[in-house]
């Protein structure tokens, strides 16, 4: 079956300092690609998303590009904030519509 | 913006309970889904629907089922409430059928079964 599998947390740095979040997928046929985030006390909110092999998602600074060769789709940011703080989830789609994720990253930025 | 809200932020109830389970969005979307999410496990999905009346088995449906009487709402149900189904339940809805749909999330409930 379906797979993601995310490096574990918590992933602690400083402020400025620049930030990868590994993903790793296993999946039959060609799934699209997500990153959500989860900050204290909210629901998951969509980060980036991309649907086809070398498809760059973006938003908020965060970037992420779709490797089908590596079946990997790694987080990155150049300078995380403390506001950054929160739980990073990767997640896949195939046929049915539903997400497929990983256990999620914790990321605890210190000023 | 999609608007998905549950009813509860905090649920406690006891063993051997029949619990509902209430979610609402408000833009008209297809598909709705119900997860939930455990420490170190991440999210998995329980049941999810495509259409009013319709519903399908996620990855661990036992112990639980769904109702979708409405468009707008997706109700999940444990028929009698365990304490392993402490969790915090997410529900979602995406539109059409299309795999790059992003899903919306409510806010969650966290439950406790005593």
């Known amino acids: 079956g379906d797979s993601v599998t995310q490096m574990e947390g918590p992933v602690t740095l400083s402020e400025e300092a620049f930030l990868t979040i590994n993903c790793t997928y296993t999946?039959?046929?060609?799934?699209?690609l997500f990153w959500y985030v989860q900050y204290p006390g909210e629901g998951l909110q969509l980060l980036l998303k991309?649907?086809?092999?070398?498809d760059k998602g973006s938003n908020k600074g965060f970037e992420a590009t779709y490797r089908k060769e590596t079946t990997s789709f790694h987080l990155e940011k150049g300078s995380v904030q403390v506001s950054d703080s929160a739980v990073y989830f990767c997640a896949l789609m195939t046929g049915r519509r539903a997400l497929t994720f990983g256990s999620g990253t914790r990321l605890q930025v210190q000023p | 913006d999609v608007k998905v809200t549950q009813s509860s932020r905090y649920l406690v109830k006891r063993t051997g309970e029949k619990v509902f389970l209430e979610c609402v969005q408000d833009?008209?979307?297809?598909?709705m889904f119900w997860y939930r999410q455990d420490p170190g496990l991440g999210l998995r999905l329980i049941y999810f629907s495509y259409d009013v009346k319709m519903k399908e088995k996620g990855d661990i449906p036992e112990g639980y089922s769904v109702s979708r009487e409405k468009k707008e709402r997706f109700s999940l149900i444990l028929e009698s409430a365990s304490t392993n189904q402490t969790s915090m339940y997410l529900c979602?809805?995406?539109?059409?059928?299309?795999?790059?749909?992003?899903?919306?999330f409510g806010d969650g409930t966290r439950l406790s079964i005593l």
């Open positions: 999946a039959t046929g060609y799934p699209s």
């Open positions: 833009m008209d979307h297809e598909n």
């Open positions: 991309a649907t086809k092999a070398d």
């Open positions: 979602a809805s995406s539109k059409g059928q299309n795999r790059d749909q992003p899903q919306h």
